[in-house]
């Protein structure tokens, strides 16, 4: 079993019936992987739903877990981007803090966005 933790990325295109995404997300539930969420992807999330009670979005967030890793998580994000500005780099804070989220969860990031993760040490896979 995998834990996976799914950027918004994922969770928008799955949605929107992209191939890929459907496929993935199917798998993961056959192969009895863990899907989680946290409060970053979310709100990302209902960012661009279309109603408050977005039932499609609803039913999506539903059976996946729900984490909140604590103020650790959130220190180590703080690092990842300090470490990033001294190389001349840009990590955003909602991408550090999911990527700490899911190093506090031993989870691996699944995304289409793998460049935007490649500033952690955290695990990514794309789909």
């Not at 928008?12 to 192969?31: C, Q, V, W």
Request: hydrophobic share 45%.
């Amino acid at each position: 079993m995998t834990r996976y933790l799914l950027d918004a990325a994922f969770l928008i295109d799955y949605l929107r019936g992209n191939p890929d995404a459907t496929d993935r997300m199917r798998r993961i539930f056959e192969e009895g992987d863990e899907p989680l969420v946290n409060e970053v992807v979310v709100g990302e999330c209902w960012t661009g739903a279309h109603a408050d009670d977005d039932r499609d979005l609803l039913g999506l967030l539903r059976p996946l877990e729900f984490i909140q890793p604590g103020p650790e998580a959130a220190r180590q994000a703080g690092r990842w981007r300090s470490e990033a500005r001294k190389r001349g780099r840009t990590l955003d804070l909602p991408d550090a803090l999911i990527a700490a989220a899911a190093a506090a969860a031993g989870a691996t990031v699944l995304t289409r966005n793998v460049r935007d993760f490649a500033l952690t040490p955290v695990r990514v896979e794309s789909y």
